[in-house]
């Protein structure tokens, strides 16, 4: 799936302003929930220009839910979680891979 230059650049300076949330706090909510609407705006937007039935179209739609996903969660209370799944929409958007594997614990079994 190809985006046009401008809208990398879009997504790329979403991601950035992203990355600068890495606490909790409730004043953040507001701004990181306006990143993934506009996020949400640009895959609308994608969506739109993608034939149905076609893969990149299935790949945008699933994205789609997964970016409605993290907002949702971040309105439970989830922010680092609901923060990573919208990070992941966009850095697969930007680069076709998810932001990066996720931390597994190891668990020492007796």
């Not at 809208?7 to 790329?12: G, K």
């Not at 953040?28 to 705006?41: D, F, K, Q, V, Y």
């Not at 992941?88 to 958007?93: K, R």
Request: proline letters at 2%.
């Amino acid at each position: 799936m190809e985006i046009r230059e401008e809208i990398a650049q879009q997504l790329q300076d979403i991601l950035e302003d992203l990355e600068t949330y890495t606490s909790e706090s409730e004043e953040a909510i507001p701004s990181i929930l306006e990143s993934l609407r506009e996020t949400g705006r640009i895959i609308e937007d994608l969506s739109k220009t993608t034939a149905e039935g076609q893969q990149s179209h299935q790949r945008i739609e699933f994205l789609s839910r997964m970016l409605e996903n993290a907002k949702e969660e971040i309105q439970a209370g989830g922010v680092q979680d609901g923060l990573w799944f919208g990070k992941s929409v966009i850095t697969f958007l930007l680069n076709g891979t998810s932001a990066g594997a996720v931390p597994v614990e190891t668990e020492d079994y007796d």
